[in-house]
């Protein structure tokens, strides 16, 4: 055990009427979902960036938080480790995430950093063995280093590109040696401070090689796991390429990858992008590439990336309808991207941050299935659009304007509008969140 965590009981599931504050009120890994244990179907994982290596700085001010572990040392990283693992514990969490950057120091060479990422990768692996959580995802961080200033694979200078190319393999390679079900690429700097110094043309065929040389890699080496990209629409660029779904898929395509890689969905950054995180879900869903889900928050009054901790249920409902819509995750899954405040400097501050957050996401997964056993909204959708399952009208999308101009004349249509019944359906959802 480590110091840190050492006054705080593991969580076990007490019931809605619980009274402990270190307890889960809806969060019961075995209680059967759908079909499903409910562990299997959130599939949760603890970020180590935010959660082990975020100092607590804003804009205005720097560290806030004071932990034994850090420094830059690999006895610092190792009591990172340590202190992580013991939270996984606590939490009974099934897997978490990081970055290369999160987890070891940076090396004075290109070769040290690798091996102090390979020393690392040895360590979480025998602790792994022991103790159980799993890798939901491995990624680089090709964006907090100076060099990246100007992105990582849409830089202009060609070292730099190689550089993040050369990091990306052995990231890619901590995360196979340690069965990562997924690797995820966020662009953080992959875009643009203004458009009077970027080529945008060359910064995105750059984009697209250096995606296509992950997926080629990955064959390579045999990762079964998923590529998952993350979409973003900026901060801390002004612009960032992948910027929603939508943009994203429209950039797998050009470059022939819509069926080798899916997308890592945000809340904060659905909201930053104007959408809604059910309707990115959504339309991931529909396009066949829904990876998995970074869930947090955005406070609503702050327009960037504020990474708050979901307590918001019938948001989280909508988001898991969406998920369980599509037949639920497969090897993705419900990563917390999410920091505690820079005022929670606590210990307790960390698990009981979880701990609400898993509560969160269990009544948002509840109220979603319930909404899918009662079956009444597909109900409605299906006879909303129930006029385009008879054949003649299949016949007519295969048809041509002037043919259906003249069966509109032949049969003197007249065609009346129906309710969309948003109201009725907002009620119908308000039943169960
Ligand atoms: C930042 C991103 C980042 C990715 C991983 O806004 O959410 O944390 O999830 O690089
Ligand atoms: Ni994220
Ligand atoms: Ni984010």
């Not at 602790?127 to 992105?151: C, D, H, I, Q, V």
């Not at 990955?218 to 779904?245: C, R």
């Not at 959504?282 to 998995?292: E, N, Y």
Request: aromatic letters at 12%; glycine letters at 8%.
């Amino acid at each position: 055990m480590t110091e840190f965590f050492a006054d705080i009981p593991k969580l076990a599931y007490q019931g809605a009427d619980a009274t402990d504050a270190f307890a889960f009120r809806h969060y019961n890994p075995d209680e059967m979902v759908l079909g499903r244990r409910m562990e299997d179907h959130l599939r949760f994982a603890v970020c180590y960036w935010h959660s082990f290596a975020w100092p607590g700085g804003d804009p205005f001010g720097g560290q806030t938080f004071q932990r034994p572990w850090f420094g830059d040392t690999m006895d610092h990283a190792r009591l990172k480790a340590d202190t992580a693992f013991e939270m996984f514990r606590i939490l009974g969490v099934p897997f978490f995430c990081f970055h290369d950057a999160d987890v070891r120091p940076e090396g004075a060479s290109f070769a040290e950093t690798t091996r102090n990422l390979e020393e690392i990768t040895e360590y979480f692996a025998a602790k792994m063995e022991e103790s159980g959580p799993k890798l939901l995802w491995g990624t680089a961080n090709l964006f907090s280093n100076r060099r990246y200033m100007a992105g990582a694979a849409t830089n202009p200078d060609p070292d730099i590109f190689a550089y993040a190319a050369a990091t990306v393999k052995t990231c890619m390679d901590a995360t196979h040696r340690l069965g990562g079900a997924n690797y995820v690429l966020w662009g953080g700097r992959e875009g643009y401070e203004t458009l009077l110094n970027t080529d945008l043309t060359r910064e995105m065929e750059q984009m697209g090689r250096f995606l296509s040389m992950v997926v080629d890699y990955k064959h390579k080496i045999g990762f079964k796991g998923t590529i998952l990209v993350e979409p973003k629409p900026q901060e801390p660029t002004k612009h960032q390429y992948d910027y929603d779904v939508a943009t994203c898929y429209g950039f797998l395509q050009r470059f022939g990858l819509e069926k080798e890689v899916k997308l890592n969905i945000e809340q904060g950054h659905a909201i930053l992008a104007g959408h809604s995180f059910e309707h990115e879900l959504a339309l991931a869903a529909s396009l066949g590439v829904l990876g998995s889900i970074d869930m947090n928050r955005n406070d609503y009054q702050c327009g960037w990336d504020t990474d708050h901790f979901p307590n918001n249920v019938p948001e989280v409902a909508l988001a898991y309808y969406e998920v369980l819509r599509a037949g639920g995750f497969t090897t993705g899954g419900t990563n917390f991207d999410a920091k505690l405040r820079r005022q929670s400097l606590d210990a307790e501050d960390l698990i009981l941050a979880h701990a609400g957050a898993m509560d969160v996401c269990a009544r948002g997964l509840k109220a979603a299935a319930a909404m899918l056993e009662d079956g009444k909204l597909e109900a409605a959708r299906a006879a909303r659009y129930a006029g385009w399952d008879r054949p003649e009208v299949q016949a007519m999308l295969g048809s041509d304007l002037e043919s259906v101009a003249a069966d509109v004349l032949a049969r003197g249509l007249d065609p009346q509008p129906v309710s969309g019944r948003q109201e009725r359906l907002e009620n119908l959802v308000n039943r169960f969140v």
